[in-house]
């Protein structure tokens, strides 16, 4: 029987630093883990206290406690919801249940880890959604809105040049809030000096001053319900719009202050609520 050959392998030896380093490495990453894992309780609680201390969340007990509810699943859309609707407080409760509530309404503010269950949605910002017999509650920044009668319908059907599309880029300013409504749209544009308010999507007011060769007929509608008040049209969608005149000629002079329209704070959501360049 034949012998066996054998290939001896030589190990390479291995670097002493190179170990050390694979050490290191697997210990600070477990003890990371390790850390997050029997300190979240800790670091939940700080971090709600740390938004209590701001002003922007506190836990609270409702009298009313069959109050109504919707189906939120983090903070920013209980938020905005509840301002939509002109509500001061946003409150969450089991992770995701949204409910909103006036600075009137009877409440009374309890210890913070009672407000410790996460929110049901997964994002970076791992936030708290009440607990399970308590409310997180949130400020939504709900300003009531000022008047805007400065035009009557007769007035609005005369300002109205129609419904067109539009054809190439304009240069003007614009306002966008779910609080629009048509008026609104043309006091604004009139007090920033601009011969034309447009309108589109329910919610876009925009304000040009020349609109000739702008814009062309189209067979579309301005069917958009205002989003401040639906039972008025605002527009059509995309750049389908409502075009006004608002009055506005170039020997009026200066406009008289108007703090409507220096504080935006009413027009204000999550998203909206901005003049800009367009």
């Not at 009298?63 to 409150?91: H, M, N, Q």
Request: net charge positive; glycine share 8%.
């Amino acid at each position: 029987m034949a012998d066996k050959k054998y290939k001896i392998v030589e190990k390479p030896e291995v670097n002493r630093l190179t170990i050390w380093l694979i050490v290191v490495v697997f210990l600070c990453c477990n003890g990371v883990v390790l850390a997050e894992e029997a300190g979240s309780t800790s670091n939940q609680l700080s971090r709600v206290e740390r938004e209590a201390d701001k002003g922007h969340f506190a836990c609270v007990d409702l009298e009313d406690d069959d109050i109504k509810s919707k189906k939120r699943t983090s903070v920013g859309p209980c938020i905005d919801f509840c301002w939509k609707i002109r509500k001061y407080w946003a409150l969450l409760r089991k992770g995701d249940q949204c409910s909103c509530i006036n600075k009137n309404d009877q409440y009374k503010e309890v210890d913070t880890s009672k407000c410790n269950k996460r929110c049901v949605a997964k994002n970076k910002w791992r936030q708290n959604c009440g607990g399970k017999n308590h409310f997180s509650k949130y400020s939504t920044g709900y300003v009531k809105e000022p008047d805007f009668d400065a035009f009557d319908k007769f007035q609005l059907k005369n300002l109205r040049q129609g419904c067109f599309k539009q054809k190439k880029a304009l240069t003007g300013i614009e306002l966008q809030t779910e609080r629009l409504e048509q008026s609104m749209c043309i006091e604004f544009c009139l007090y920033k000096q601009f011969k034309y308010a447009i309108i589109s999507n329910g919610d876009l007011c925009k304000c040009i001053s020349n609109g000739n060769g702008y814009f062309a007929p189209t067979k579309a509608k301005c069917s958009v319900p205002c989003s401040g008040n639906k039972k008025f049209k605002c527009g059509g969608t995309g750049k389908t719009f409502h075009v006004y005149k608002t009055g506005y000629h170039s020997g009026a002079g200066e406009m008289e202050y108007d703090k409507r329209f220096e504080d935006l704070s009413w027009a204000n959501s999550t998203k909206l609520g901005k003049t800009m360049m367009f």
